[in-house]
């Protein structure tokens, strides 16, 4: 099955100021060279509540899932 993009893009819309900055600039950097694993991944990793995510982002709260952890990483550099 294809994952849409534009659908994963509008998921990257959060209520936390912090998660909106870090993932505008990752879509704007590494948005378009995720292959087809990758986006469903960052899909996958986009159904967290805010603040797990935030937590794993910034570190305060280790990402248990394997398959997340490439994508976390990249994210973490924004």
């Known amino acids: ?18 998660l909106d900055l ?4 990752f879509l704007e950097k590494e948005f378009d060279n995720l292959d087809d694993d990758q986006l469903a991944d960052f899909e996958d990793l ?3 509540d805010d603040y797990d995510l935030w937590a794993f982002i910034n570190g305060s709260k280790p990402c248990e899932v394997v398959r ?11």
């Open 1 to 18: 099955m294809k994952i849409n993009r534009g659908k994963v893009r509008w998921q990257c819309r959060r209520s936390l100021l912090e």
């Open 22 to 25: 870090v993932l505008a600039r």
């Open 46 to 48: 986009l159904r967290c």
């Open 68 to 78: 997340w952890k490439k994508i976390v990483a990249q994210l973490n550099q924004y």
